[in-house]
């Protein structure tokens, strides 16, 4: 919970998914094999978690274990997000929803994180395929389930990853606040560093001070999404980016889009790459540069979201279209 199973050693989960698939304990051992992908996932490491995803899938539908059908559910529909499907994300997360409601209410701790998580990034990929109320309804369902510090935690974490996406400074700034309240120490740090950065990206746009907010935030990826580098990566460089250009310092913005760039070009996780887009337009607005090259790059970020039904991402391209020609 601290670490996030970025942290763990994927060689003993192997041995261990073996043991327990050698004394017949098939759903454990499907817990341990989903615990290797989410480690491979969560490093984006995605030559390495595709093939356990795929997997994964395969036993789910070889199953009659609705625990053991949305763990392949999950897997698989969270590698459609990390490949930039979010439609297929979509199709899929919601399926292993279903299959977790089947399930009894007595949970083991992987079974319970499996629970929380999946209905997390449920809610993203549902506001990224343009329904931002039942994302909402999700989040809501997320913060009734539970009051412990890990819990609250999970909540804050996707609340302020749907408010990044969706543009919404009110909700990152609700959500950070009770994220950072709940663990002051940041003991949760992987998910603890979404819920700080996302209060850096607020008080960037809307805060006296913006050019302290972002460095701050600079300093959170460094220290904790870099090395080793860890999911997310690329959109929160591109969420820099917007953080500087708020700051009116245009040099650093792009240097942390040409950094987000490279690292979804490099690592592969690319469903945030039209919000990325969309930053390199308004870079470009801000910069003053010629229309037509400000069109074309939103543009590019409206047919990219197109191709990976991220709805929410086409509208907010076509609502730049609409204030770049309110502007002329």
């Given at each position: 919970?601290?670490?996030m199973?970025a942290?763990?050693?994927?060689?003993?989960l192997e041995?261990?998914e073996?043991?327990?698939?050698?004394?017949?304990?098939?759903l454990?051992a499907t817990?341990?094999?989903?615990s290797?992908?989410?480690?491979?996932a969560?490093?984006?490491?995605l030559?390495r978690?595709?093939?356990?995803?795929r997997?994964l899938?395969?036993?789910?539908?070889?199953?009659?274990?609705p625990?053991?059908q949305?763990?392949?559910?999950?897997?698989?529909?969270?590698?459609?997000?990390?490949?930039?499907?979010?439609?297929?994300?979509?199709?899929?997360?919601?399926?292993?929803?279903?299959?977790?409601?089947?399930?009894?209410?007595?949970?083991?701790?992987?079974r319970?994180?499996?629970?929380?998580l999946?209905?997390?990034?449920?809610?993203?990929?549902?506001a990224?395929?343009?329904?931002?109320?039942?994302?909402?309804?999700?989040?809501?369902?997320?913060?009734?389930?539970?009051?412990?510090a890990?819990?609250?935690?999970?909540?804050?974490?996707m609340?302020?990853?749907?408010a990044?996406?969706t543009?919404?400074?009110?909700?990152a700034?609700?959500?950070?606040?009770r994220g950072?309240?709940?663990?002051?120490?940041?003991s949760f740090?992987?998910?603890?560093?979404?819920?700080?950065?996302a209060?850096?990206?607020?008080?960037?746009?809307t805060?006296?001070?913006?050019?302290?907010a972002?460095?701050?935030?600079?300093r959170?990826?460094?220290?904790?999404l870099?090395?080793?580098?860890?999911?997310?990566?690329?959109?929160w460089?591109?969420?820099?980016?917007?953080?500087?250009?708020?700051a009116?310092?245009?040099?650093q913005?792009?240097?942390?889009?040409?950094?987000?760039?490279?690292?979804l070009?490099?690592?592969?996780?690319?469903?945030?790459?039209?919000?990325?887009?969309l930053?390199?337009?308004?870079l470009l607005?801000?910069?003053?540069?010629?229309?037509?090259?400000?069109?074309?790059?939103?543009?590019?970020?409206?047919?990219?979201?197109?191709?990976?039904?991220?709805h929410?991402?086409?509208?907010?391209?076509?609502e730049?279209?609409a204030?770049?020609?309110?502007?002329?």
């Amino acid at each position: 919970m601290r670490s996030m199973y970025a942290g763990a050693e994927a060689s003993l989960l192997e041995r261990a998914e073996d043991l327990a698939r050698s004394l017949g304990r098939e759903l454990e051992a499907t817990g341990f094999l989903y615990s290797r992908w989410a480690t491979h996932a969560q490093g984006i490491e995605l030559d390495r978690s595709a093939p356990l995803a795929r997997r994964l899938l395969q036993q789910g539908e070889a199953s009659a274990n609705p625990v053991i059908q949305a763990y392949g559910l999950q897997a698989w529909g969270i590698h459609q997000w990390d490949v930039g499907h979010i439609g297929e994300a979509f199709r899929y997360l919601r399926r292993s929803e279903a299959a977790l409601l089947a399930t009894a209410t007595e949970e083991d701790p992987l079974r319970r994180d499996l629970r929380l998580l999946m209905l997390g990034l449920l809610a993203e990929v549902s506001a990224l395929h343009g329904d931002v109320p039942d994302a909402m309804e999700i989040l809501a369902q997320i913060e009734a389930g539970g009051t412990d510090a890990y819990a609250v935690t999970v909540w804050a974490t996707m609340c302020v990853r749907v408010a990044v996406i969706t543009g919404n400074v009110a909700l990152a700034i609700s959500g950070a606040d009770r994220g950072i309240a709940v663990d002051p120490d940041f003991s949760f740090v992987f998910m603890g560093t979404y819920t700080r950065l996302a209060q850096c990206w607020a008080q960037a746009l809307t805060g006296p001070d913006p050019a302290a907010a972002a460095e701050k935030a600079e300093r959170l990826i460094a220290a904790n999404l870099l090395n080793p580098v860890r999911s997310c990566v690329s959109t929160w460089h591109g969420l820099l980016a917007q953080m500087w250009i708020a700051a009116g310092d245009l040099e650093q913005a792009e240097a942390a889009l040409d950094r987000a760039d490279y690292y979804l070009r490099t690592y592969g996780q690319r469903y945030g790459e039209s919000l990325i887009l969309l930053i390199r337009a308004e870079l470009l607005k801000a910069q003053r540069a010629p229309r037509a090259i400000i069109r074309d790059a939103a543009e590019a970020a409206r047919r990219t979201a197109a191709e990976q039904e991220a709805h929410l991402l086409e509208a907010r391209a076509r609502e730049f279209f609409a204030d770049l020609n309110r502007s002329k």
